[in-house]
């Protein structure tokens, strides 16, 4: 277990931490808290509970992630994606079958800590990660139409069709104050932080929009006149479990738990990526599990860890968890001393935090880009899309996952019957007669979303300190969208050390799909070379000009 189970706080203050470093972290750690706030609350409206809740789940979620969890940087707390889902499971379970759905949840990602599962975003293909993505950033803009148009309409349908249909034949009933509310917010929180780099623009616009609305009495809806007084207390409510009727839980436990997981997982390499450090992914899962099984009890909503929070938290000059609890602990006081404040929010306002939210959350360009790659993962791009706007996110996940695994067997056959006789005579043995400054590296096999993760390491913890390395891919039948990304990242980690990369035997598909991703970027085309001997001439070349 306590190989498994390593909060990087306890390591972190084994190591010893300066006062500077605590400083820097404190100060990040408020500044997170100030851009959690709007979105906190404005995730939980739009997740159909009152806004306390949201409030909730950032300050106990987001202590106990920072505190146990196996990131140094990760912000927990509630987040844009899990808006559908807990919508959704309000609608069918109501509020007591939301906390115990949630708790189950966090059960399940103990369970795959302990199962050393920390690896499993190695196996979820992106174009599935950005189609259910960018269909909730859709569901999530659908939901925000009402209050930024200010119409007031008792009852919202469901049904993504319905709902848009409700809204066009409402068009006559909008509010114009309500408009020019939602579109101020959305201007003020996009372009403040060019003017005000240390507060963020969403906080700027809840600040600015609810003065001006209650200095002048503007007549629209507010979080006081839909949800009533926030609280500014916690309270302990222990849900009632009928284990006879637990196992209509496990389905939305289920999904709550893998969208918590692959969200947290992502949420730490990002991190990674920026602090140059690694995460520990199986106590990552432990911690957002224990999370999601205590929140619920003071009143929470699902968490798990936030990448736009995080990223600001690092960019703010976050480096231990100590800034993730700081956090939580400003959000608290904030909670405690201006939650009356709070209830004077116009909804139009919020709608437009939102609105900016699902735009982020988009990932329109890579949508894009995935859109121009192989057919295989267009369509399990567009499907899971579809799925998730039009039908429901447990089964847009579901069937994307088994769609990928399908395709990816029929590659496989397919590929294995098609596959050229290799006439390469070169052997071994040439391996060694590289020139003085040049390594070789040969990548053997399908450039694909489970193995992606695996060369990337590889490649990058090689330790080479040559000026030119030469990638033998002669035996790397596709590359898709996963592996793309992953070895462009890899590329620039290169680029940063002043590595140069010659490509050798790479296959025309292969050549099709890097030039269609725009490889040109890090690799010039006169670094493309179809043998290896004629590879090792352009390596010796770079070296001696160099």
């Not at 699902?302 to 939580?328: D, E, F, L, Y």
């Not at 990932?363 to 880009?369: C, D, N, Q």
């Amino acid at each position: 277990m306590s190989k498994i189970f390593k909060p990087k706080l306890f390591s972190v203050l084994k190591e010893g931490v300066s006062i500077s470093s605590v400083r820097k972290d404190i100060l990040a750690g408020i500044i997170v808290g100030i851009v959690a706030l709007p979105l906190a609350i404005a995730f939980a409206v739009a997740s159909g509970v009152s806004p306390e809740k949201g409030l909730i789940t950032a300050i106990i979620a987001g202590f106990v992630i920072s505190f146990l969890g196996g990131s140094r940087v990760q912000i927990g707390g509630p987040t844009g994606a899990f808006i559908i889902i807990v919508f959704g499971v309000l609608q069918e379970y109501g509020l007591e079958g939301l906390m115990i759905s949630t708790i189950l949840a966090g059960v399940m990602l103990i369970v795959f800590g302990l199962l050393r599962m920390g690896s499993i975003l190695t196996f979820i293909p992106q174009p599935l990660i950005v189609g259910f993505t960018s269909g909730i950033a859709l569901v999530i803009f659908s939901t925000q139409i009402k209050d930024a148009l200010g119409l007031q309409l008792n009852e919202v349908p469901s049904d993504f069709v319905d709902k848009w249909y409700t809204y066009l034949s409402n068009l006559d009933k909008i509010n114009l104050i309500s408009i020019i509310i939602t579109i101020s917010t959305i201007l003020i929180t996009v372009y403040s932080g060019k003017l005000i780099k240390k507060i963020p623009g969403s906080f700027i616009a809840i600040v600015v929009i609810t003065a001006v609305t209650s200095l002048f009495g503007l007549n629209v809806s507010t979080i006081e006149s839909v949800f009533g007084a926030i609280p500014t207390n916690f309270s302990i409510d222990i849900p009632s479990v009928d284990l006879g009727n637990i196992g209509m839980y496990v389905k939305p436990a289920f999904t709550i738990a893998i969208l918590g997981a692959i969200e947290s997982l992502l949420s730490a390499v990002v991190a990674d990526g920026m602090i140059s450090g690694k995460h520990r992914s199986n106590t990552e899962l432990i911690a957002q599990g224990i999370a999601n099984i205590v929140t619920p009890i003071f009143g929470g909503i699902p968490a798990t860890g936030a990448i736009a929070r995080t990223a600001t938290n690092v960019k703010n000059g976050g480096r231990t968890p100590i800034s993730g609890i700081m956090h939580a602990v400003t959000l608290l006081l904030i909670m405690f001393f201006f939650g009356k404040l709070a209830m004077l929010i116009p909804m139009p306002c919020l709608a437009g935090i939102l609105i900016v939210v699902s735009y982020n959350m988009s990932e329109w360009r890579t949508f894009k880009s995935i859109l121009k790659g192989s057919a295989y993962d267009i369509v399990v791009l567009v499907t899971t899309f579809l799925l998730t706007v039009l039908v429901d996110l447990s089964l847009a996940i579901e069937i994307g996952i088994v769609l990928s695994a399908i395709l990816f067997m029929y590659r496989m056959a397919k590929i294995g019957k098609v596959m050229p006789v290799d006439t390469d005579t070169d052997s071994i043995d040439t391996y060694g007669n590289l020139p003085k400054g040049v390594d070789m590296f040969e990548i053997s096999g399908p450039f694909f979303f489970a193995a992606a993760k695996q060369y990337q390491e590889a490649l990058v913890n090689l330790n080479i300190k040559s000026k030119v390395i030469i990638l033998r891919m002669r035996h790397v039948p596709f590359i898709d969208s996963t592996g793309m990304h992953n070895f462009k990242e890899t590329l620039k980690y290169f680029k940063s050390k002043n590595i140069e990369i010659v490509l050798s035997g790479i296959n025309d598909n292969v050549i099709s799909e890097l030039k269609k991703n725009n490889i040109e970027e890090f690799i010039p085309d006169i670094n493309i070379i179809s043998t290896y001997n004629l590879a090792v001439k352009r390596a010796s070349d770079i070296v001696d000009i160099e």
